[in-house]
């Protein structure tokens, strides 16, 4: 499939036809899901987080739209890493990257995983370091020393481009540290952000939450959170190697919203609640509004615009 040169990209030196994947998230557990994406517009096919074993996921009802975006606690329900590691020479059939997405429930089950795809033929490995559903299981991504611990043995373990997949930070020192750690290791490239974890909608008539797992406390997903994804992509393009390339994830649902994250910074970004809700034409639509707006702008590619948000 041709598309226009304006919106090729690259993450980790891998290059992308176009600016917009799917994200680690919805519709892209089983193989049949995989490969209507490898049939779409999306620049690469980016797998559902895999653990070491199949998981059906959380009880139901477990997700649940809402007026700008959706709340869920999937729990990571996926074919287990074995699946993927057989899906991937017929997923890079389609021509485009193959992103592995990995969320073990322990240093050694990510350990396991990350050297099993390293003898793969997968074209980039992004470890999932902000899940938010999985009751008894805090986010790596919030404590700052396990996420040292984890890269020092993950790193060492691949030359292929490795990822981690960053939950939303809120404060500036925050940024700061983690930053800091991450300049120390050769990875590849963050996506940032996954969903606001542990929020909780309430339903007046039913006087109940939305969701069932974790009590009601699920991740907050779509328009909601742009604003977050874009702070987030920003203060760490302020604030990484140049190197560390950026996959700018939250509320992308339009061509003016992937515009947007190029500015603040993203090499390329992925969709997820708007894959959800619309299907998987939404990345030839994203592609062809982010490229329409390029054109009337009057810029010749995508990489002009990347990081060059302007200051006042
Ligand atoms: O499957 C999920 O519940 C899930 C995962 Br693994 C994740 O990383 N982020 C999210 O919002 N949901």
Redesign the pocket.
Same mark, same amino acid.
């Given at each position: 499939m041709t598309r226009p040169t304006t919106l090729q990209s690259s993450i980790g030196q891998v290059t992308l036809d176009s600016y917009v994947m799917n994200a680690s !998230?919805p519709r892209c557990s089983s193989a049949e899901e995989l490969h209507l994406i490898g049939r779409s517009n999306a620049a690469a096919i980016v797998t559902k987080?895999c653990t070491i074993l199949p998981r059906e !996921?959380n009880a139901e009802p477990r997700y649940r739209d809402l007026e700008l975006g959706a709340i869920? +606690?999937? !729990?990571? $329900?996926n074919l287990g890493y074995n699946a993927y590691l057989d899906l991937v020479p017929e997923l890079l059939e389609h021509n485009k990257p193959v992103v592995v997405s990995i +969320?073990g429930l322990s240093l050694a089950d990510n350990e396991t995983m990350v050297k099993a795809f390293d003898g793969s033929d997968a074209s980039l490995l992004e470890v999932?370091f +902000?899940? $938010?559903?999985i009751a008894g299981k805090p986010q790596t991504a919030y404590d700052f020393e396990q996420v040292e611990n984890s890269l020092t043995r993950l790193c060492s373990l691949t030359d292929k481009p490795l990822g981690i997949?960053l939950a939303p930070y809120f404060d500036m020192s925050h940024f700061d540290s983690m930053a800091e750690i991450l300049n120390r290791f050769p990875i590849a490239f963050i996506s940032t952000i996954? +969903?606001i974890g542990n929020t909780l909608i309430i339903d007046p008539q039913t006087e109940r939450a939305v969701i069932k797992p974790k009590g009601g406390f699920g !991740?907050l997903c779509g328009q909601y959170v742009k604003p977050i994804g874009l702070a987030n992509v920003h203060a760490f393009r302020q604030r990484l190697r140049d190197d560390i390339d950026i996959v700018g994830v939250g509320g992308i649902y339009n061509g003016t919203d992937a515009f947007e994250y190029a500015l603040a910074g993203a090499s390329a970004v992925q969709v997820a609640t708007s894959f959800q809700q619309q299907g998987e034409g939404c990345f030839q639509r994203i592609n062809d509004e982010l490229a329409a707006l390029l054109e009337a702008k009057g810029y010749a590619s995508i990489k002009e615009v990347i990081g060059q948000l302007k200051a006042f």
């Open positions: !998230g987080s !996921g869920q +606690s999937m !729990g990571l $329900p +969320s999932n +902000s899940c $938010p559903n997949k996954n +969903s !991740g």
